[in-house]
C-alpha cells in the first residue's frame, strides 16, 4: 500500500475591499558615511511592494471604485498604519488604502 503524501498548501492573502498587501521594504543597515545601523535604532519602514489589491469600496451608489495601485507597485505608507502578518515565514502589512501616501515611481 502506497502512503499518501501530505502536502501543504499554500496560504495567500486576498485583501477585501480597499484593503492593500504589501512587503515592507528592508532599510539600509548602513549610512552613507559607512556606519552600521543596529537593529533597535532602525526606524519603522514606510516604503513597501504591492503584492494584491481588493476590488475596492463600493460609493453611495453601490458601485466600486477601483484601486489606483497594481501588484509590484512601489509606495510610501503612513508610520505606523496597517496590520502586521506573517504567512508561510514572509511579512505583510495590510493597509486600506487611504493610509497610502504615494506611488513611487523609478
Known amino acids: ?21 504589501i512587503t515592507p521594504l528592508k532599510q539600509e543597515e548602513m549610512t552613507a558615511s559607512g556606519l552600521v545601523i543596529p ?12 503584492v494584491a489589491v481588493g476590488p475596492g469600496k463600493r460609493d453611495d451608489s453601490g458601485n466600486r471604485v477601483p484601486i489606483e495601485l497594481n ?5 510610501l505608507y503612513a508610520k505606523y498604519t496597517g496590520t502586521e ?4 515565514g514572509v511579512e505583510y502589512i495590510v493597509l486600506a488604502e487611504k493610509d497610502i501616501l504615494a506611488k513611487l515611481v523609478v
Open 85 to 88: 502578518v506573517k504567512l508561510d
Open 39 to 50: 537593529d533597535t535604532a532602525k526606524e519603522k519602514p514606510q516604503q513597501g511592494e504591492v
Open 1 to 21: 500500500m502506497a502512503a499518501k503524501s501530505a502536502t501543504k498548501a499554500k496560504t495567500t492573502l486576498e485583501p477585501l475591499a480597499d484593503r492593500i498587501v
Open 71 to 75: 501588484p509590484g507597485d512601489r509606495i
